[in-house]
C-alpha cells in the first residue's frame, strides 16, 4: 500500500507537477506551473509546459476536497497563452481556501497575473518578473478591430494585476511602456525587492516563509471555526 502511495505521487508530480504536503498542520496541495503556459496550440513536445486542461480540473478538486486546507503555487515560467494564464489566474483569485503563490527564479509575461491572483504573493531575492505589452501570434490583420481587441485584451491583464495586488495603474503601464530596459524590446523586468517595493508582489521569501504564511491562515480559519480537528484525528 505504501508502494502504491509512493507511485501514485510520482506520477502526480511527473504528469500535472503537483503533491501533496500532509503534516500535523494540515494538508496542502503544492502546484508547479514551469515553462510555458500551454493553451488551445500544442507547443513543441521538447518544450517544458503547464497544460490548462490539466491545471483548471485539479483546482476545482482543491477547492471542493475535504482533505485539502490550502494551495501552494510554485511558480518558474516564462509566460504563454493569455486566455488560458487568465483562465488559470481568475480560478486562483476565485478559491475559498487559502492560497499562496511563490515566485522562484521567474514569473514573467503571463506569469504575472499569475502570481498575483494567489491570496498572499511571495517571491525569492533572485527571481526577476518581466512586464511588457500583449504579443499575439498568428496572422494579425491591419485594421482598426484588430488593434482595438489589442487594446481590450492588455486592458484585461492590466485590470486584472492592479485589482489583485497594489500597484498603482499607472506605475504598471510605465514599466510595460518602457523602451530604454530591453534591448530588442518594450517593457521591463524587475527582482525580488523592487517588485515587493512596487505593490506588485506582496512580500520578499522562500518556501519557509510561504508555508508558514499559508499554516498560519489555515489556523487562522479553523479557529474561526471553532477550532476544528486536525485532519486524520
Same mark, same amino acid.
Given at each position: 500500500?505504501?508502494?502504491?502511495?509512493?507511485?501514485?505521487?510520482?506520477?502526480?508530480?511527473?504528469?500535472? /507537477?503537483?503533491?501533496?504536503?500532509?503534516?500535523?498542520?494540515?494538508?496542502?496541495?503544492?502546484?508547479? %506551473? %514551469?515553462?510555458?503556459?500551454?493553451?488551445?496550440?500544442? +507547443?513543441?513536445?521538447? #518544450?517544458? *509546459?503547464?497544460?490548462?486542461?490539466?491545471?483548471?480540473?485539479?483546482?476545482?478538486?482543491?477547492?471542493?476536497?475535504?482533505?485539502?486546507?490550502? +494551495?501552494?503555487?510554485?511558480?518558474?515560467?516564462?509566460?504563454?497563452? !493569455?486566455?488560458? /494564464?487568465?483562465?488559470?489566474?481568475?480560478?486562483? #483569485?476565485?478559491?475559498?481556501?487559502?492560497?499562496?503563490?511563490?515566485?522562484?527564479?521567474?514569473?514573467?509575461? !503571463?506569469?504575472?497575473?499569475?502570481?498575483?491572483?494567489?491570496?498572499?504573493?511571495? %517571491?525569492a531575492p533572485s527571481a526577476s518578473?518581466?512586464?511588457?505589452?500583449?504579443?499575439l501570434s498568428g496572422t494579425v490583420?491591419?485594421?482598426? =478591430?484588430?488593434?482595438? &481587441?489589442? =487594446?481590450? *485584451?492588455?486592458?484585461?491583464?492590466?485590470?486584472?494585476?492592479? #485589482?489583485?495586488? *497594489? %500597484?498603482?495603474?499607472?506605475?504598471?503601464?510605465?514599466?510595460?511602456?518602457?523602451?530604454?530596459?530591453? *534591448?530588442?524590446?518594450?517593457?521591463?523586468?524587475? &527582482?525580488?525587492?523592487?517588485?515587493?517595493?512596487?505593490?506588485? !508582489?506582496? =512580500?520578499?521569501?522562500?518556501?519557509?516563509?510561504?508555508?508558514?504564511? +499559508?499554516?498560519?491562515? !489555515?489556523?487562522?480559519?479553523?479557529?474561526?471555526?471553532?477550532?476544528?480537528?486536525?485532519?486524520? =484525528?
Amino acid at each position: 500500500m505504501e508502494e502504491e502511495g509512493r507511485e501514485e505521487l510520482r506520477q502526480d508530480i511527473e504528469q500535472f /507537477g503537483s503533491t501533496l504536503i500532509r503534516s500535523e498542520r494540515g494538508c496542502i496541495h503544492t502546484l508547479t %506551473i %514551469i515553462g510555458q503556459v500551454e493553451g488551445h496550440q500544442l +507547443l513543441h513536445p521538447s #518544450a517544458k *509546459t503547464t497544460k490548462y486542461e490539466h491545471v483548471l480540473p485539479l483546482l476545482a478538486t482543491v477547492e471542493e476536497s475535504d482533505d485539502i486546507d490550502g +494551495l501552494l503555487i510554485l511558480l518558474n515560467t516564462v509566460g504563454g497563452d !493569455i486566455e488560458a /494564464g487568465l483562465g488559470i489566474a481568475e480560478m486562483i #483569485a476565485g478559491m475559498a481556501k487559502p492560497t499562496v503563490s511563490l515566485v522562484l527564479g521567474g514569473g514573467h509575461s !503571463i506569469g504575472v497575473p499569475l502570481a498575483v491572483a494567489a491570496s498572499r504573493s511571495f %517571491i525569492a531575492p533572485s527571481a526577476s518578473m518581466t512586464i511588457h505589452p500583449v504579443r499575439l501570434s498568428g496572422t494579425v490583420i491591419g485594421v482598426s =478591430q484588430m488593434f482595438a &481587441y489589442f =487594446q481590450r *485584451t492588455q486592458d484585461r491583464i492590466v485590470d486584472f494585476i492592479t #485589482a489583485h495586488s *497594489t %500597484i498603482r495603474r499607472e506605475d504598471f503601464l510605465r514599466l510595460m511602456l518602457e523602451t530604454g530596459e530591453l *534591448t530588442a524590446d518594450v517593457g521591463s523586468v524587475i &527582482y525580488g525587492a523592487e517588485a515587493v517595493k512596487l505593490g506588485l !508582489i506582496d =512580500q520578499v521569501g522562500g518556501v519557509r516563509e510561504a508555508l508558514e504564511y +499559508l499554516h498560519g491562515e !489555515i489556523d487562522r480559519r479553523r479557529g474561526e471555526k471553532g477550532g476544528g480537528e486536525t485532519p486524520g =484525528q
